[in-house]
Structures are given as structure tokens and as C-alpha cells.
């Protein structure tokens, strides 16, 4: 069955559209069929791909807000594998505007579970969907919780890393009691790591203490090409797939896959 | 009279904290009296400056609920001259709770106006009032950019940097027009400038086309030290005085000071 990983932490830049897209992109290398959500109305994600996300193109505002179907929006790019359903800015509206619905919170998973039969039928069996949160617990973040079964963390190397941790399981604790049974935080992945200070090993140290077997063995280096990539409007795999970014990513997603889903 | 300046900008991990939390000690240490209020429920700022704010103690939260005042649950830190709100992480509940009153928006902004004469008669007049935002745009931030006279944009040297200056000067044009005239975006300040990448002088000159002469000249390099001082409840100025990090944030400081309030 499709896996489902919403990659959430509500501490600002700590690699969660890097690592969606980087991600996506490896397991589509690795044969794997990918659909990247972008939740977020900077619409980062949308960009990093090269998929137009501006004012009127239809993507996850259209979808929640019952207008559109993710069959209507969805796009393939240049990354064999993947696609795409765009985050435009009308996007932070939603919440404000979904207010009154009491069904608010669980609009991108019925999107998502309509989508599954439709996928089949034109591409075959969609093996990933990868859902990029903004740095907020709002309602969009709540969407993308309520439609995953797993939740992927990532986790900067850096000191502030850790007082948003327990906030953030906190939070998956709630929406797994209200909302959706079967969440689980399967994995965490360590972002920005700098061997050359102590702070960043520090930090992964405490963070394997925290987060035990969910942390991956897999570490992504603090590479300046990774931030480079997204203003070519390619993935790491694009624009440069020997770096160690790429190669890491490349790690990350294959011990992903081997691991599979859980029980 | 007093500056106020709140420090917004809905990209995560630009640096909004450690500005705040630097430019604050540096003020004080210009002899400048200085009120820094955590508006983020991740209180990364209480953390770097050493303040307790775990569920339980007071701070913004109380305010914005209408339960304690400004001078009920400041406190002084080690930095001379900086006076701290805390906040703590019912702050985030905030939100869904002030959600039925009109005047959601006005809390923190009446919350400040009340205290500033309570200030001078215990110490004088205060000069700056720095407010930490979270990486979003809803209620602490608006509540925020209603108390400003001045808005101070940090802007990291990244690409994703450039993407949400736009939505962050629509939402500032919006609260100057329904709630609060005299706001101005003043200062905009280049953070983790690294100089041995074609992508910091790139992204910095884009940013003076944008902002043009509210980009301070003074530019945060990237630098360990300004990451590694808040696991040390310390401000770069207690923790590595000597540090380019250190040099930079005084350099910004003495020229935000220099410039003066708008007209
Ligand atoms: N491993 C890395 N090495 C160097 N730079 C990185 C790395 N990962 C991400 N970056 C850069 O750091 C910044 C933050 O990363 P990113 O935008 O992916 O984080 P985020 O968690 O999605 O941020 P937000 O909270 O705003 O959504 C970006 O400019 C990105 O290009
Ligand atoms: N000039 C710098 N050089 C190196 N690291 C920095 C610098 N400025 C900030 N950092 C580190 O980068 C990370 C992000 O900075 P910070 O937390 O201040 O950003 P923020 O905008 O407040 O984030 P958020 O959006 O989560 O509130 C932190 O781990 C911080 O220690
Ligand atoms: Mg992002
Ligand atoms: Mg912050």
C-alpha cells in the first residue's frame, strides 16, 4: 500500500522542503513512484521542482477547499518519478476560511484517499506520498497529520532543535487520539550537520536519546550546493549528483525504503 | 520615545530570534534601555537569554489573555539594559482562544502602551521594545505588527529568502491600513552571510533591489559561535565577545540606533 509521510516540525528551516524534495527525488531514482504535497503557501517546495505555483494555478488551496480533485492539479517534473501538487499563496487563506467547517482538518486526507484508484489506473501503484508542512501547528500542518500514517521529522542539527520536539510529538499525540489511529513518528532525519563543531554532535547525540530506532543512520551534511539547487529550480540530483548532499539524500531514502512501513 | 520594532518574517530559521535576542544585549551595551517580548510559544528567545519558561510561568500568554501585566512578569537578565517577556508554550493555544474577540489583534499593542509609563518611573525610559515573532502570520504576529511603530525584516542570505518577502510586505500593507498607521518597515538586516558563496552575494543583492535603503549595511556573517551561544544561555556578547558574530551585531546595532526613528 501507498506510505504516507508527512514531514512536519514547527521550528522554522530545519530542512523540511530540502528534505521533501531531495527525498522524493532519490526514490523516484530508486524506481520508486513519488507524489510530493506542498502544504505550505511559500510554496518552496512547488519551486524547488521547477512547477509553477503563482497566483490562479490550481494546487492544494483548490483541493482543500473542495474545488479541484489532486487528479486536476497534479503535475510531473524532470525528476523520473515524481510528482507534484502545488502550494499557491492563496493558500494561507484556507485556514481563516475553512473556520466554520467542521470538517476542516480532514479535507487532504479524503483528497488524497480519492486520488489512490485514480493514480493506479494512469501510472500504476503509487508507492510514496511526501507531505512538506509549513513551520506552524495550524491547520494545514493538521491536514497533512491527519492524512499520514507516518510522520517524518526533521531535525537540525542545533541547539533550538530540541525545545520544539516535545511540542511536536505532543501535537501528534493529540491528532493520533482525535483524528487518525495509525500515525506513527517512524522517522527522523538529522539535517545541517556540521562535523566540524561540537554542537552538531551534541545535538544528533541527544537526538538519537530522544528518538531512538526512528532516527536514521543516514546524516545530511550542512552542503552549501543543497541550498544552491532550489535556485536552479532543480533537486540535488539535478544540479549536482556527486555532492555529498545528493549522496546523502540518496542514503536516507534507500534505508527508507528498506525499513518499510511500519508493522 | 520608545522604538518599537517588531521582528517578523514568516520564512523559518532566518534568524528572527538571534537577531533579537543580539541586537537587544548590543543595545544594552550601547547604554540603551531595551525590552525584548517573546512572541514565539518555542521561546528560543527566553532560552538564549536564560529565562525560565516552562508551562506554569508567566508571560506573554497571561498578557494577551487579559490575567497579568506587562509588569507583573518582566524580568531583568544578565545583559545590561535588556528586560524580558517570556514566553511560554500555552502560547500557542492563544490563537484558537482569542478567536471570538474583536479586539484579538489590539492585546499586546494596549499590553505595551500601559506598561511603558510603569517602566519610566521604575527605570527610566525605556528606548527599544523588540518583539520575536514565529515563523507564520497569524495572530502573535499580527498582534505584534500592531504594537510596532517599525518593522525589522531579518533576511537570511538563502534563496528560499527571497520568496516570502512579498506575502510578508502584502500582510504588513494590510495591518498599516486597518490597524495601525504609523507602521513602517524601517530596517531589513542580511543574516548567515557566508562570503565564499556566489548564493549569499547574490541573494544580498537582490534583497537591496527589493528593500533598497532599509537593508542595513551591517551584515551577519554565518558564523558556529552565534549558534552555539544560546546552549549556553548566553548572548553572543556573553558567550564570544570577540567573535565576527559578535562585531556584527554591534555594528547593526550602533547603526539601527544611529538612524533614529522614522521622521
Ligand atoms: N543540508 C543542508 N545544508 C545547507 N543548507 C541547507 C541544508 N538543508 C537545507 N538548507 C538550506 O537551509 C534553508 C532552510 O531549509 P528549508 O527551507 O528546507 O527548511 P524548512 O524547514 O522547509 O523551512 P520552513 O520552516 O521555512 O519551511 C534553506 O535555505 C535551504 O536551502
Ligand atoms: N549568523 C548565524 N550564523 C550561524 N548560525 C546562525 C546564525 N543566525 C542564526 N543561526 C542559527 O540558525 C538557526 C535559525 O536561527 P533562528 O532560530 O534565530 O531563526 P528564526 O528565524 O528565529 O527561526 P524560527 O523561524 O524557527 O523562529 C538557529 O539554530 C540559530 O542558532
Ligand atoms: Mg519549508
Ligand atoms: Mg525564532
Known sequence: ???????????????????????????????????????????????????????????????????????????????????????????AGAEVELVAHEDRDQRLRRALTEYLPHHARSHGDLDYILIDCPPSLGLLTLNALVAAREVLIPVQCEYYALEGLSQLMATIERVRQARNPTLQVTTALLTMFDARTRLSSDVADEVRRHLGAAVLSAVIPRSVRLSEAPSHEQTIFGYDPGSTGAQAYLDAARELAVRGAPG
Do not use: C, W
Not at 14 to 33: D, E, I, R, Y
Open 1 to 91: 500500500t501507498t506510505r504516507i509521510l508527512t514531514l512536519a516540525n514547527q521550528k522554522g528551516g530545519v530542512g523540511k522542503t530540502t528534505s521533501t524534495v531531495n527525498l522524493a527525488a532519490a526514490l523516484g531514482l530508486l524506481g520508486q513512484q513519488v507524489l510530493v504535497v506542498d502544504a505550505d503557501p511559500q510554496g518552496n517546495a512547488s519551486t524547488a521542482l521547477g512547477v509553477a505555483h503563482h497566483a490562479g494555478v490550481d494546487g492544494v488551496y483548490d483541493i482543500v477547499m473542495g474545488e479541484q480533485t489532486v487528479a486536476d492539479v497534479v503535475v510531473t517534473v524532470a525528476s523520473p518519478g515524481v510528482f507534484v501538487v502545488p502550494a499557491t499563496i492563496d493558500l
